[in-house]
Each structure stands twice: as structure tokens, then as C-alpha cells.
């Protein structure tokens, strides 16, 4: 099962990027546990400058910007390979 983790402070647009995920995941017809981590001690583990930012299996593939619903899919389809 894949991770997704959602970096965020619970903003808008952490919550646009989480809606992008869980589209994503239903896409491509894949289980996946999407998570939205607030606790900024828990965000600077994964030493992104900027949120939202996005997880997939404990790699950073994005930070400071709201993605495309097409990049998240190809993020979340590379993770299963």
C-alpha cells in the first residue's frame, strides 16, 4: 500500500493537494493511505522550505506550489513500479 502524505499547516491549499491525492489514488484504481501531517516538528523532518507539500512512500516529490492533477497521478503511478 502506498503512503501519501500531505505537508501542511491544514491551509486551503494543503487541502487542494490532498483532493488532488485522493483523485490520484482513485485514477489509477490503487490503495493508498492519504495522510495530512499539521505538526510542523513532523513537516521539518522531511526538510521542505515551503508548504503544502507532497509525500509519496517518504519522498518529497513536491513543495511550495499546488501540482496538477496530472503530475500527482504520474508521482503516485512511478511509486508502484
Known amino acids: 500500500m502506498l503512503s501519501i502524505k500531505v505537508l501542511g499547516p491544514g491551509c486551503?491549499?494543503?487541502?487542494?493537494?490532498?483532493?488532488?491525492?485522493?483523485?490520484a489514488v482513485y485514477?489509477?484504481?490503487?490503495?493508498?493511505?492519504?495522510?495530512?501531517?499539521?505538526?510542523?516538528?513532523?513537516?521539518?523532518?522531511?526538510?521542505?522550505?515551503?508548504t503544502p507539500g507532497l509525500v509519496v512512500n517518504d519522498k518529497v516529490v513536491c513543495a511550495g506550489r499546488i501540482p496538477t492533477l496530472a503530475e500527482v497521478t504520474t508521482w503516485v503511478a512511478n511509486a508502484l513500479e
Open 27 to 50: 485514477t489509477l484504481s490503487v490503495e493508498a493511505r492519504v495522510e495530512r501531517v499539521t505538526d510542523m516538528s513532523e513537516i521539518a523532518k522531511f526538510r521542505t522550505l515551503a
Open 12 to 23: 486551503a491549499r494543503c487541502v487542494e493537494v490532498a483532493q488532488l491525492a485522493q483523485k
